[in-house]
């Protein structure tokens, strides 16, 4: 089983960076593949960007390529989104969770973490 728990969320302005972090427990970290989502208010979760379990693979939807970076240290059970050029359409809780293999499909990800908060003011 896997916990996960997310941080580095904010309240921010249009054009400015934020990292998102995602500390997870439990010594089977290395073997999940790793996504965060997404989900403004009235809207669905939806998918940001995904990494295998080793990092060498990465996706992304549409509006985070060339602006978000998902990276992760598995030594260090953590996962990351690195978000630049933030625009208001971003604001939503952000998720990190954990799927037995890289998917951009929200119902294959076993494990959720509690959100955190992304706010970009125009």
């Known amino acids: 089983q896997v916990q996960l728990v997310e941080s580095g969320g904010g309240l921010v302005q249009a054009g400015d960076s934020l990292r998102l972090s995602c500390a997870a427990s439990g010594r089977t970290f290395s073997s999940y593949a790793m996504g965060w989502f997404r989900q403004a208010p009235g809207k669905e979760r939806e998918f940001v960007a995904g990494?295998?379990?080793?990092?060498?693979?990465?996706e992304y939807t549409d509006s985070a390529k060339g602006r978000f970076t998902i990276s992760r240290d598995n030594a260090k059970r953590t996962v990351y989104l690195q978000m630049n050029s933030l625009a208001p359409e971003d604001t939503a809780v952000y998720y990190c969770?954990?799927?037995?293999?890289?998917?951009?499909?929200?119902?294959?990800?076993?494990?959720w973490g509690q959100g955190t908060q992304v706010t970009v003011s125009s």
């Open positions: 990494i295998s379990w080793s990092g060498r693979n990465t």
């Open positions: 969770a954990a799927a037995l293999s890289q998917t951009h499909e929200v119902g294959r990800y076993a494990y």
